[in-house]
C-alpha cells in the first residue's frame, strides 16, 4: 500500500531564516505531488504541483520554491521566511498511472514563524 | 466568486443526528467530485469520491451530486462524536486535473 511522510511535524523558525520541508511517497511511482498550505480556518491554498523530476508548476508568486530531486521526494524550501508564511504544509499525491483523480495528503508540518 | 463556496460553520449537532454538509460552485465543467475528513492537527483523508451526478452511499455517509444546481452535499446518518472534524468538498475538470477546494465545515458532534 502507499504511505506518504512529511516531516518535521512542528517547526519554528525566526523570520529571514531559511526552510526545507519534505515529503516522501512509498509504494507507488511516477506520481503527481503537490504542497499545500492551509490557514487557521481556511481552505487548501495549493503552491506548487510537479508531474516528474525536476517538473514543477507554481500556482502562487512568493519566496517559497519547490523542488522534486527524486521521483517520490518532494522538497519545499525558503531561503527567508516571513511572518506570513506560518500555517499548516501539506504535501499530497496523485496516482496518475490508473486514472484516479483523487489526492492522498500526508501528515502535515506545522510551521510557525516568529 | 469563488469557484466553490462551502459554508465554514462551525455546525454543532447531537450525537445521532442527521448532518448536511453542502457545496456550491460556479463552473459546470466540474466532473468529479469529492469529500474529504480533516481531523484536528492531521491531514485530510478521503471520504468519497464520485464522478458526475447521482448519489453515492458508503456505510453512514451519502455523496450527492447535483449539476443542473452546480450543488453536491455530503449527508451523515447517525452522527456520532468520532465524526467531529473539517469536512472539506473538492472537485476537478478532468482526470488528473488539481482540485479546487472548498474552504472547508468545520461539524462538532455532542454526545
Known amino acids: 500500500s502507499q504511505t506518504i511522510h512529511q516531516w518535521p511535524a512542528t517547526l519554528v523558525q525566526p523570520v529571514g531564516s531559511p526552510l526545507s520541508l519534505e515529503c516522501t511517497v512509498e509504494?507507488?511511482?511516477?506520481?503527481?505531488l503537490y504542497w499545500y498550505r492551509q490557514a487557521a480556518g481556511r481552505g487548501l491554498q495549493l503552491l506548487f504541483y510537479?508531474?516528474?523530476?525536476?517538473?514543477i508548476s507554481s500556482e502562487v508568486p512568493q519566496n517559497l520554491s519547490a523542488s522534486r530531486p527524486q521521483d517520490r521526494q518532494f522538497i519545499l524550501s525558503s531561503k527567508k521566511l516571513l511572518l506570513s508564511d506560518s500555517g499548516f504544509y501539506l504535501c499530497?499525491?496523485?496516482?496518475?498511472?490508473?486514472?484516479?483523480?483523487?489526492?492522498?495528503f500526508g501528515p502535515g508540518t506545522r510551521l510557525t514563524v516568529l | 466568486q469563488k469557484e466553490v463556496e462551502q459554508d465554514p460553520g462551525p455546525l454543532s449537532v447531537p450525537e445521532g443526528a442527521i448532518v448536511s454538509l453542502n457545496c456550491t460552485y460556479s463552473?459546470?465543467?466540474?466532473?468529479?467530485f469529492m469529500w474529504y475528513r480533516q481531523y484536528s492537527r492531521k491531514g485530510p483523508e478521503l471520504l468519497m469520491y464520485?464522478?458526475?451526478?447521482g448519489n453515492k452511499e458508503d456505510g453512514r455517509f451519502t455523496a450527492q451530486v447535483d449539476k443542473s444546481s452546480k450543488y453536491i452535499s455530503l449527508f451523515i446518518r447517525d452522527s456520532q462524536p468520532s465524526d467531529s472534524a473539517t469536512y472539506l468538498c473538492?472537485?476537478?475538470?478532468?482526470?488528473?486535473?488539481?482540485?479546487?477546494f472548498g474552504q472547508g465545515t468545520e461539524l462538532s458532534v455532542k454526545p
Open positions: 499530497a499525491w496523485q496516482n496518475r498511472g490508473q486514472g484516479t483523480d483523487t489526492q492522498y
Open positions: 509504494g507507488t511511482s511516477n506520481p503527481n
Open positions: 510537479s508531474v516528474g523530476i525536476g517538473q
Open positions: 463552473n459546470s465543467a466540474f466532473q468529479y
Open positions: 464520485t464522478y458526475s451526478s
Open positions: 473538492a472537485m476537478t475538470y478532468n482526470q488528473g486535473g488539481k482540485l479546487i
